[in-house]
Structures are given as structure tokens and as C-alpha cells.
């Protein structure tokens, strides 16, 4: 975890996960960075929620994998879900419902789904694109700590490879060019950014 400026109730906090993905980001806002992983993105943001002041807005910005044919760009994410924790079994066991999906106001269309794993297989792909248009792997996390702290959330998403066969690679040669528009997006969309 590293929080650079502070937090303040009248202003947003950026949280990203890696710093290839903020190496753009020119702003007098805070920006977090978590850490890859859900584990990572909800200890990180829940800490520094706890820390002091509530910001007026927790925006996540990051990359995500294409789940589907034709999903290139920026999106803004609607709904986000848990790809990899099994609801239906652990609601037999105990009878509640853990890591349902959740509606983001002010939301866009996308559904991200959200897991530990780094998607660079064809099989997992087809299986998540039944539910999502995205892959990422903080930002179900980040939702449920905003949540729960009572912080208004905005997940930006740009695709950074097709979640498939060579995802990997993807990743490493798109990120600066994904960082870039990232950048452009915050500069354009986030109240007091500059």
C-alpha cells in the first residue's frame, strides 16, 4: 500500500493497483495504490478510509481484461461480481448469501468480475463471459470496502488484453499506452483532478 497526498472530505482519492498503471497521473488529489489482488485492494482502501477524513469520492482506475469479442476501450463499470468465490455452496452451508453482485450508483454498463486469478486462458474466459464483460482483480474488493465505509465508488476499466492466450504479454506491452488514457479519463472526468 502507498498513499501519496492526503485525504480530504471535499476531494476525490484515485486508487489504482500497480504504478504502471498511475505513471500518468498528474493531480494534486491522493492517489493509493493497493497492491494486486482482492486481499491487497480491500486491506489498503479500508485502512485508508480509517485513517482519517472520508473522501468525497473513492474513483478506481485500471486495467481490465476482455471477457467478450469487440470490448476495447474505457468503461465505466455497473456491476461488479466475484468470480472466484463459490456463493451457491457457502449459502447451502450456512444459509446466507456471501459475495453477491453489486449495483454502483452513477454506473455505467459494464459487469466486471472480479477473482485472484490473472484470466490468460480460453476456458476461463468463456466461462466468465457467460457473466461479465470484464476481468480485473481488485475492483469487487474495493467496492465492498467503499461500501462499507459509506464512500461513493466510480470503477474505470480500460482493456488491456483479451483475457485469453497471451494475456500476459498483453498487459505488459499495452500498460503504458492503458496509464496514458487512464490519465486523460481522470483529467476529463474527476472533479478537481488538476
Same mark, same amino acid.
Given at each position: 500500500?502507498?498513499?501519496?497526498?492526503?485525504? !480530504? !472530505? =471535499?476531494? $476525490?482519492?484515485?486508487?489504482?493497483?500497480?504504478?504502471?498503471? %498511475?505513471?500518468?497521473?498528474?493531480?494534486?488529489?491522493?492517489?493509493?495504490?493497493?497492491?494486486?489482488?482482492?486481499?491487497?485492494?480491500?486491506?489498503?482502501l479500508? %485502512?485508508?478510509?480509517?485513517?482519517g $477524513? &472520508?473522501?468525497?469520492?473513492?474513483?478506481?482506475?485500471?486495467?481490465?481484461?476482455? &471477457?467478450? $469479442?469487440?470490448?476495447?476501450?474505457?468503461h465505466?463499470?455497473?456491476?461488479?461480481?466475484?468470480?472466484d468465490?463459490?456463493?451457491?455452496?457457502? @449459502?447451502?452451508?450456512?444459509?446466507?448469501?456471501?459475495?453477491? $453482485? &453489486?449495483?454502483?450508483?452513477?454506473?455505467?454498463?459494464?459487469?466486471?468480475?472480479?477473482?485472484?486469478?490473472?484470466?490468460?486462458?480460453? %476456458?476461463? *474466459?468463456?466461462?466468465?463471459?457467460?457473466?461479465? @464483460? &470484464?476481468?480485473?482483480?481488485?475492483?469487487?474488493?474495493?467496492?465492498?470496502?467503499?461500501?462499507?465505509?459509506?464512500?461513493?465508488?466510480?470503477?474505470?476499466?480500460?482493456? !488491456? =488484453? =483479451?483475457?485469453?492466450?497471451?494475456?500476459?504479454?498483453?498487459? *505488459?506491452?499495452?500498460?503504458?499506452?492503458?496509464?496514458?488514457?487512464?490519465?486523460?479519463?481522470?483529467?476529463?472526468?474527476?472533479?478537481?483532478? %488538476?
Amino acid at each position: 500500500m502507498q498513499l501519496t497526498g492526503q485525504i !480530504s !472530505s =471535499d476531494r $476525490p482519492l484515485l486508487v489504482l493497483a500497480v504504478k504502471e498503471e %498511475a505513471q500518468f497521473l498528474d493531480t494534486s488529489l491522493p492517489v493509493l495504490l493497493t497492491g494486486m489482488g482482492k486481499v491487497n485492494a480491500a486491506t489498503a482502501l479500508a %485502512a485508508a478510509l480509517a485513517g482519517g $477524513p &472520508l473522501p468525497s469520492l473513492v474513483v478506481n482506475l485500471g486495467t481490465a481484461g476482455a &471477457l467478450r $469479442p469487440g470490448w476495447t476501450g474505457t468503461h465505466l463499470v455497473g456491476t461488479v461480481m466475484q468470480h472466484d468465490l463459490d456463493s451457491a455452496i457457502l @449459502q447451502t452451508l450456512t444459509g446466507d448469501v456471501y459475495g453477491a $453482485p &453489486l449495483t454502483l450508483p452513477e454506473a455505467g454498463g459494464a459487469t466486471l468480475a472480479t477473482g485472484d486469478s490473472f484470466i490468460a486462458d480460453e %476456458a476461463a *474466459r468463456a466461462r466468465l463471459a457467460e457473466h461479465a @464483460q &470484464l476481468v480485473d482483480m481488485e475492483g469487487y474488493a474495493l467496492a465492498t470496502a467503499a461500501h462499507q465505509a459509506g464512500v461513493p465508488l466510480r470503477i474505470v476499466k480500460h482493456v !488491456s =488484453d =483479451d483475457a485469453g492466450e497471451g494475456a500476459a504479454k498483453s498487459w *505488459r506491452e499495452s500498460i503504458a499506452d492503458c496509464a496514458d488514457v487512464l490519465a486523460g479519463w481522470a483529467a476529463q472526468n474527476v472533479p478537481h483532478y %488538476a
